[in-house]
C-alpha cells in the first residue's frame, strides 16, 4: 500500500522541548515538503527537498531544522526557538521537478506546545 | 513574492447546484495551478490542475478555468454532492516558489 505517513497524529510537548515529527514515502518520489497549516490560513511552505542530503528553505523556516539522509524519509524538528509552534503540520512528496507535480499529503502531525 | 488570494472563504450551496471558488496570484511567472480538497482530520489531495499554456480543464464535473492576463484562475463544480463537503485549497507555482490559498469551506446541504 503506497503512500505518505507521519507519526503522531497527534503530538503534545512543553515549551522548550525540541520535537521532532516523522515523515515516510513509499512513493519513490525524488522531492519532499514540510508545511505548516493554521486555522484560517492557506498551507506554508517551511522546507522542501530535492534530493538525497539537500533541502531548501520555504517562507518560515525559522525556528524549524530537517534532514534527508534517506530518499524515503524527511524528518522535522520543531526547536525551541520556534516562538508559536502549535500547529497541523503536513509532509507532502512529489515526482520530478520540486513544486511542478501533484503533490502527495500525509494525514498530518497537529502538534500542541504548552 | 507569490501571493494568492482566494474567495469565499465559506460557501454553501443546495446539492444539485454549482460551486465557484477563485483565486488570483501576483506573479506573472507562475505556471503551475493545483486545486487540492482537504477533508476534516486528512491531509489535502488534488483535484485538478492547470499548467499556464492551457485556459482550461475538465474533469467530469469538476473545472478549472486560468486568466493568465488578469491572474486568476477559478474551480468550478457542477452538480455538487453532500461528499464534495470539504476545504479547497488554490495553490500558484513558479518553480520552487509554492503559494497556496486561505482555503474554502464549502458546504453541500442535501
Known amino acids: 500500500d503506497g503512500g505518505i505517513t507521519q507519526s503522531p497524529k497527534y503530538l503534545f510537548r512543553k515549551e522548550g522541548q525540541n520535537v521532532t515529527l516523522s515523515c515516510e514515502q513509499n512513493?519513490?518520489?525524488?522531492?519532499m515538503y514540510w508545511y505548516r497549516q493554521d486555522p484560517g490560513q492557506g498551507l506554508r511552505l517551511i522546507y522542501y527537498?530535492?534530493?538525497?542530503?539537500?533541502?531548501q528553505k520555504g517562507d518560515i523556516a525559522e525556528g524549524y531544522s530537517v534532514s534527508r539522509e534517506k530518499k524515503e524519509s524527511f524528518p522535522l524538528t520543531v526547536t525551541s526557538a520556534q516562538k508559536n509552534p502549535t500547529a497541523f503540520y503536513l509532509c507532502?512528496?512529489?515526482?520530478?521537478?520540486?513544486?511542478?507535480?501533484?503533490?502527495?499529503f500525509g494525514p498530518g502531525t497537529r502538534l500542541t506546545v504548552t | 513574492g507569490e501571493n494568492v488570494e482566494q474567495h469565499p472563504s465559506t460557501l454553501s450551496v443546495q446539492e444539485g447546484d454549482s460551486a465557484v471558488i477563485k483565486c488570483t496570484y501576483s506573479?506573472?511567472?507562475?505556471?503551475?495551478f493545483p486545486w487540492y480538497k482537504q477533508e476534516l482530520g486528512k491531509g489535502p489531495q488534488l483535484i485538478i490542475d492547470i499548467r499556464s499554456n492551457v485556459g482550461e480543464k475538465k474533469d467530469q464535473r469538476i473545472a478549472v478555468t486560468l486568466n493568465k492576463t488578469a491572474k486568476h484562475f477559478s474551480l468550478h463544480i457542477t452538480e455538487t454532492q453532500p461528499e464534495d463537503s470539504a476545504v479547497y485549497f488554490c495553490?500558484?507555482?513558479?518553480?520552487?516558489?509554492?503559494?497556496f490559498g486561505a482555503g474554502t469551506r464549502l458546504t453541500v446541504k442535501p
Open positions: 507532502a512528496s512529489s515526482g520530478g521537478l520540486a513544486g511542478q507535480y501533484e503533490q502527495y
Open positions: 512513493l519513490n518520489h525524488d522531492a
Open positions: 495553490a500558484a507555482i513558479n518553480n520552487n516558489d509554492m503559494r
Open positions: 527537498s530535492q534530493i538525497v542530503n539537500d533541502f
Open positions: 506573479d506573472s511567472a507562475s505556471n503551475y
